[in-house]
Protein backbone atom coordinates (compact mmCIF):
# COMPACT_ATOMS: atom_id res chain seq x y z
CA UNK A 1 0.00 0.00 0.00
CA UNK A 2 2.42 2.28 0.74
CA UNK A 3 4.27 1.23 -2.13
CA UNK A 4 1.40 2.27 -4.31
CA UNK A 5 0.93 5.10 -2.72
CA UNK A 6 4.76 6.48 -3.59
CA UNK A 7 4.39 5.79 -6.79
CA UNK A 8 1.04 7.46 -7.04
CA UNK A 9 2.78 10.55 -5.74
CA UNK A 10 5.65 10.13 -7.70
CA UNK A 11 3.77 9.82 -10.98
CA UNK A 12 1.52 12.91 -9.57
CA UNK A 13 4.10 15.20 -9.23
CA UNK A 14 6.33 14.30 -11.91
CA UNK A 15 3.98 13.80 -15.31
CA UNK A 16 0.31 14.65 -14.21
CA UNK A 17 0.95 17.93 -12.17
CA UNK A 18 2.72 19.85 -15.12
CA UNK A 19 -0.41 19.19 -16.83
CA UNK A 20 -3.15 20.38 -14.76
CA UNK A 21 -3.83 24.09 -12.82
CA UNK A 22 -2.93 24.85 -9.69
CA UNK A 23 -6.75 24.25 -8.73
CA UNK A 24 -7.51 21.26 -10.43
CA UNK A 25 -4.43 19.11 -9.04
CA UNK A 26 -5.73 20.27 -5.27
CA UNK A 27 -9.33 18.78 -6.84
CA UNK A 28 -8.00 15.50 -7.92
CA UNK A 29 -6.08 15.05 -4.95
CA UNK A 30 -9.16 15.96 -3.09
CA UNK A 31 -10.78 13.15 -5.05
CA UNK A 32 -8.18 10.00 -4.71
CA UNK A 33 -8.51 10.74 -1.28
CA UNK A 34 -12.10 10.22 -1.03
CA UNK A 35 -12.08 7.19 -3.78
CA UNK A 36 -8.93 5.29 -3.96
CA UNK A 37 -7.51 5.59 -0.11
CA UNK A 38 -11.10 4.53 0.81
CA UNK A 39 -10.28 1.74 -1.32
CA UNK A 40 -12.91 2.78 -4.06
CA UNK A 41 -12.39 4.16 -7.59
CA UNK A 42 -15.62 5.63 -6.94
CA UNK A 43 -17.05 8.26 -5.20
CA UNK A 44 -20.44 9.79 -5.23
CA UNK A 45 -20.62 13.61 -3.98
CA UNK A 46 -22.39 16.55 -4.31
CA UNK A 47 -20.50 19.87 -5.54
CA UNK A 48 -22.33 21.55 -2.75
CA UNK A 49 -20.34 19.33 -0.52
CA UNK A 50 -16.87 19.50 -2.49
CA UNK A 51 -17.72 22.82 -2.00
CA UNK A 52 -17.88 23.64 2.05
CA UNK A 53 -15.06 20.48 2.51
CA UNK A 54 -13.15 22.56 0.86
CA UNK A 55 -13.12 25.64 2.92
CA UNK A 56 -12.80 29.03 2.77
CA UNK A 57 -9.34 28.99 1.02
CA UNK A 58 -6.10 31.83 1.71
CA UNK A 59 -8.66 34.70 0.38
CA UNK A 60 -11.28 34.12 2.80
CA UNK A 61 -13.91 33.28 0.28
CA UNK A 62 -16.06 30.47 0.25
CA UNK A 63 -15.14 28.14 -2.60
CA UNK A 64 -17.78 28.79 -5.59
CA UNK A 65 -20.01 25.95 -6.89
CA UNK A 66 -19.40 26.75 -10.50
CA UNK A 67 -15.61 26.90 -9.72
CA UNK A 68 -16.10 23.20 -8.38
CA UNK A 69 -17.62 22.65 -11.72
CA UNK A 70 -15.08 24.27 -13.57
CA UNK A 71 -12.58 22.05 -12.28
CA UNK A 72 -14.09 18.65 -12.64
CA UNK A 73 -14.75 19.48 -16.37
CA UNK A 74 -11.26 20.35 -16.69
CA UNK A 75 -10.42 17.40 -14.88
CA UNK A 76 -12.89 15.49 -17.23
CA UNK A 77 -11.35 16.99 -20.46
CA UNK A 78 -7.59 15.90 -18.95
CA UNK A 79 -8.86 12.51 -18.77
CA UNK A 80 -8.82 12.33 -14.86
CA UNK A 81 -12.02 11.73 -14.57
CA UNK A 82 -15.06 10.17 -15.59
CA UNK A 83 -18.50 12.13 -14.32
CA UNK A 84 -21.41 9.58 -14.13
CA UNK A 85 -24.56 9.60 -13.35
CA UNK A 86 -26.52 11.97 -10.72
CA UNK A 87 -29.24 11.14 -7.95
CA UNK A 88 -30.04 12.80 -4.67
CA UNK A 89 -26.73 11.84 -3.28
CA UNK A 90 -24.27 13.66 -5.91
CA UNK A 91 -22.80 12.89 -8.67
CA UNK A 92 -20.81 9.80 -9.76
CA UNK A 93 -17.35 10.03 -10.45
CA UNK A 94 -14.83 7.68 -11.84
CA UNK A 95 -11.32 8.70 -10.47
CA UNK A 96 -8.41 7.45 -12.33
CA UNK A 97 -5.34 6.51 -11.17
CA UNK A 98 -2.16 8.67 -12.58
CA UNK A 99 -1.03 5.57 -13.97
CA UNK A 100 -4.10 5.19 -15.46
CA UNK A 101 -4.87 8.78 -17.11
CA UNK A 102 -3.94 8.69 -20.53
CA UNK A 103 -1.65 11.28 -21.01
CA UNK A 104 0.35 10.08 -17.97
CA UNK A 105 0.42 6.62 -20.10
CA UNK A 106 2.11 8.07 -22.88
CA UNK A 107 4.60 9.87 -20.82
CA UNK A 108 5.19 6.93 -18.78
CA UNK A 109 6.29 5.03 -22.29
CA UNK A 110 8.33 7.80 -23.61
CA UNK A 111 10.42 7.38 -20.32
CA UNK A 112 10.64 3.78 -21.01
CA UNK A 113 11.43 4.02 -24.68
CA UNK A 114 14.40 6.62 -23.38
CA UNK A 115 15.85 4.11 -21.02
CA UNK A 116 15.20 1.57 -23.51
CA UNK A 117 17.62 3.21 -25.74
CA UNK A 118 20.47 4.10 -23.06
CA UNK A 119 23.87 3.18 -23.95
CA UNK A 120 25.43 4.96 -21.22
CA UNK A 121 24.38 4.53 -17.73
CA UNK A 122 24.17 0.60 -17.81
CA UNK A 123 27.77 -0.54 -17.05
CA UNK A 124 27.24 -3.94 -19.24
CA UNK A 125 25.87 -1.97 -21.79
CA UNK A 126 28.25 0.33 -21.64
CA UNK A 127 30.66 -2.80 -22.38
CA UNK A 128 28.72 -3.91 -25.05
CA UNK A 129 29.93 -0.96 -27.06
CA UNK A 130 33.52 -1.06 -26.13
CA UNK A 131 33.93 -4.68 -27.56
CA UNK A 132 31.47 -3.11 -30.66
CA UNK A 133 34.89 -0.65 -31.19
CA UNK A 134 37.18 -3.14 -29.84
CA UNK A 135 38.54 -0.88 -27.14
CA UNK A 136 40.12 1.41 -29.49
CA UNK A 137 39.40 5.09 -29.22
CA UNK A 138 37.69 6.60 -32.08
CA UNK A 139 39.27 9.25 -32.65
CA UNK A 140 43.55 8.50 -31.89
CA UNK A 141 42.86 5.18 -32.62
CA UNK A 142 44.74 4.26 -29.04
CA UNK A 143 43.46 1.28 -27.20
CA UNK A 144 42.22 1.84 -24.21
CA UNK A 145 41.33 -0.68 -20.75
CA UNK A 146 38.50 -0.82 -18.79
CA UNK A 147 39.89 1.53 -16.31
CA UNK A 148 40.37 4.55 -19.10
CA UNK A 149 37.91 3.69 -21.28
CA UNK A 150 34.97 6.48 -22.00
CA UNK A 151 32.42 6.83 -23.91
CA UNK A 152 31.74 9.79 -26.37
CA UNK A 153 28.17 11.53 -27.52
CA UNK A 154 29.14 11.65 -31.02
CA UNK A 155 26.13 14.47 -30.88
CA UNK A 156 27.15 15.69 -27.83
CA UNK A 157 24.21 16.12 -24.99
CA UNK A 158 24.50 19.34 -25.05
CA UNK A 159 23.01 19.87 -28.89
CA UNK A 160 20.87 17.11 -27.79
CA UNK A 161 22.67 13.71 -28.68
CA UNK A 162 21.37 10.81 -26.48
CA UNK A 163 22.93 8.05 -25.19
CA UNK A 164 21.95 5.63 -28.04
CA UNK A 165 24.05 2.96 -29.61
CA UNK A 166 25.13 4.88 -32.89
CA UNK A 167 25.83 8.07 -30.65
CA UNK A 168 28.44 6.53 -28.64
CA UNK A 169 31.62 5.70 -29.44
CA UNK A 170 34.76 4.23 -27.51
CA UNK A 171 37.07 7.09 -26.70
CA UNK A 172 40.36 7.53 -24.47
CA UNK A 173 40.32 9.89 -21.86
CA UNK A 174 42.32 12.55 -23.45
CA UNK A 175 40.47 12.95 -26.71
CA UNK A 176 37.18 13.00 -24.73
CA UNK A 177 38.27 15.91 -22.97
CA UNK A 178 38.72 17.33 -26.06
CA UNK A 179 35.79 16.51 -27.64
CA UNK A 180 33.88 17.15 -24.42
CA UNK A 181 30.87 19.34 -25.68
CA UNK A 182 31.71 19.76 -29.12
CA UNK A 183 30.94 18.01 -32.43
CA UNK A 184 33.35 16.22 -34.51
CA UNK A 185 33.69 19.18 -37.01
CA UNK A 186 34.06 21.77 -33.61
CA UNK A 187 36.78 19.34 -32.00
CA UNK A 188 38.73 18.24 -35.27
CA UNK A 189 41.31 21.11 -34.96
CA UNK A 190 42.14 20.35 -32.04
CA UNK A 191 41.80 16.46 -31.58
CA UNK A 192 44.52 16.69 -34.57
CA UNK A 193 46.63 18.52 -32.91
CA UNK A 194 46.80 16.82 -29.70
CA UNK A 195 46.95 13.56 -31.75
CA UNK A 196 49.84 15.02 -33.39
CA UNK A 197 51.61 15.94 -30.49
CA UNK A 198 51.19 12.42 -28.69
CA UNK A 199 52.45 10.49 -31.75
CA UNK A 200 55.24 12.72 -31.88
CA UNK A 201 56.18 11.75 -28.01
CA UNK A 202 55.78 8.54 -28.57
CA UNK A 203 58.77 8.33 -31.24
ZN1 LIG B 1 41.84 9.06 -28.15
Not at 75 to 85: P, Q, V, Y
Not at 122 to 135: A, I, M, V
Request: aromatic fraction near 8%; glycine fraction near 6%.
Amino acid sequence: MIRDLLKIIEQFVDILMPELTPYEAAMYIFLLRNSHLKNSSEIRIGKRTIAEKWGTGARGKRTNYAHVTDLLKGLEKKGCLKIGDVNREGTLYKVLLPEEIPLVKEKLLVVQETREEDYFTDPERRRELFERDKWVCCYCGDKVTEKNATLDHLNPQSKGGKHTKNNLKTCCFVCNALKSGKTYEEAAPFLLKSIRERKQKEV
